[in-house]
């Protein structure tokens, strides 16, 4: 589990930002010495070159008892650490012998060239390991030991040492700014560490969190001339996102009918217009938010030109449907510059609690985008080849309006039997469907698994479905359950 000392920025000695005093954050954490591992991490930003000792990130010591999590220190320019009066530069550094430094990490920077890194410290059965922008940068053996002087506890400081430590705070001051300083009970993963120096984690802040989270999820919405606002732009934009071709005549007509898919629109407009505010693109348009009535599954794969006129043909032939409706699309619900890990616990560990899940129990009926089968990473791609929309199908089948099953509405493309047996059938459901977050697909598939009624059966039906088609979501276990129910917990 995580203890985060600090979520917002702390800066000192940068001129024109505020000039913090080091934070005592008292007797909050500490090593331990029974577990024998521990993670600690920061993102620094250095403002000045160090002279002298090294900048304490955190600094649990006093004299020569406890430790210290030190970037960058002044012999090495590295991640150091201290502990049991011993200071190791564990950055760049070789396990067989700490006074050298490995040739194979000389191409890594160093912490203080005044830019934004991040630096991390695992310890596990007496090996310390640094990492560097989550790249591995040395490993040294080191005893180390819980911050206790004569059986109490000392004080945990971030931005300096300690004040009774001698020699005074002011000449171990971080010289820079902090964020997002971290600690775990455990010795993190490559996978988790690598995650963590994810340059979104620079600009995300809890503040962001707290604005997205006010707004309830089933709120997450645009209108349909916000999707042709937003349309508008992308065919504007879109010959600087093309991909290049060569000049020959056969490329031409290619060139022409190029359109972005979804994960282009995404890349290229949605995170660059919404990474100062850090909300997603529906509540930066809808800063109260705007009720769901139309809550809409697809693809990502798909030219977002097809989906926006699959949104289109569908709002002209139904009846009950209002111009100032709202409609629920994952990609411009949710905050899409917030780091992987982040979303997950945005989407939280019970996914039937998620805002996905909330805004669904909230919605009058589930839209279903088919469009002509996308390639994407190599392979053909359709809306339930997504673990996401796979979920979201279960999640409406589980759900009833005035008792009555809550109608899935298959729009766009319809996909012949044979299109299905010989290319879909072993890229959707279950088991083929495809997440990008392994912590998302392991939850997902847990809940699913669980109960998973005739799926297969239910995505058959709807990817088979005349455009326009209604479906009723209930199958035979799933009838009784209301999974969506619960208040979404951020």
């Known amino acids: ?92 550094t070789d396990l067989t012998d700490p006074a050298n430094h490995r040739e194979d990490l000389k191409d890594l920077p160093e912490v203080e060239d005044k830019a934004w890194h991040h630096v991390l410290l695992t310890y596990h059965e007496g090996t310390l390991r640094a990492y560097l922008d989550g790249k591995f940068d040395g490993e040294a053996k080191l005893q180390v ?42 010795a993190l993963h490559v996978r988790q560490i690598r995650e963590l120096a994810r340059p979104e984690y620079i600009t995300w802040s809890k503040k962001k969190w707290n604005t997205q989270v006010s707004v309830p999820p089933a709120k997450w919405c645009v209108d349909r001339s916000q999707l042709h606002e937003l349309a508008k732009e992308v065919q504007k934009e879109k010959t600087k996102w093309q991909p290049k071709t060569d000049a020959k005549e056969k490329d031409k007509k290619a060139k022409e009918e190029w359109e972005p898919n979804v994960y282009e629109v995404n890349e290229k407009w949605i995170k660059p217009q919404t990474i100062s505010t850090g909300l997603s693109w529906a509540l930066q348009k809808n800063r109260k938010g705007l009720p769901v009535k139309w809550f809409v599954s697809h693809a990502w794969a798909e030219k977002f030109k097809d989906f926006v006129v699959a949104i289109d043909a569908f709002a002209e032939s139904e009846k009950s449907y209002g111009k100032d409706d709202g409609i629920w699309i994952c990609f411009l619900a949710n905050p899409q510059t917030w780091p992987r890990l982040v979303l997950s616990e945005l989407f939280g560990s019970q996914v039937f609690h998620s805002p996905f899940a909330v ?8 839209l279903v985008v088919r469009t002509e089968l996308p390639q994407y990473d190599g392979q053909s791609q359709c809306v339930y080849s997504r673990l ?4 979201e199908a279960w999640i409406a089948s589980g759900m009833k309006r005035d008792n009555e099953p809550l109608d899935i509405i298959a729009l766009g493309k319809t996909y012949s039997k044979d299109e ?21 697909k392991e939850r997902i598939q847990t809940c699913i698994n669980n109960d998973p009624g005739n799926m297969n059966d239910l995505i058959k039906d709807i990817l088979l479905a005349k455009p326009m088609q209604s479906i009723s979501a209930c199958r035979d276990s799933r009838t009784s359950k209301k999974c969506a129910a619960a208040t979404p917990k951020p």
């Open 1 to 92: 589990m995580a203890h985060e000392p600090l979520e917002d920025e702390w800066v000192h000695g940068v001129k024109g930002k505020k000039d913090d005093k080091p934070k005592d954050l008292g007797t909050t954490w500490d090593i331990d010495a029974e577990s024998e591992q521990f993670t600690m991490c920061a993102w620094v930003n250095v403002k000045k070159k160090i002279d002298d000792a090294g900048y304490r990130i955190l600094s649990k010591r006093r004299g020569k008892v406890g430790w210290e999590f030190v970037a960058p220190r002044c012999s090495s320019g590295r991640i150091s650490f201290f502990s049991n009066n011993s200071h190791v530069d564990v950055g760049g």
């Open 420 to 440: 299905y047996e010989t290319t879909l059938k072993s890229l959707v459901g279950i088991e083929g469907a495809a997440c990008s977050s392994l912590i998302d």
């Open 388 to 391: 996401w929309c796979v979920f």
């Open 145 to 186: 030991t819980p911050g206790v002087e004569d059986g109490k506890e000392i004080n945990l400081w971030m931005g300096s040492s300690n004040p009774d430590m001698g020699g005074g705070q002011k000449e171990h001051m971080f010289l820079g700014e902090l964020r997002h300083v971290q600690v775990f009970q455990n």
């Open 359 to 366: 805004a669904m129990e909230a919605a009058k009926a589930q």
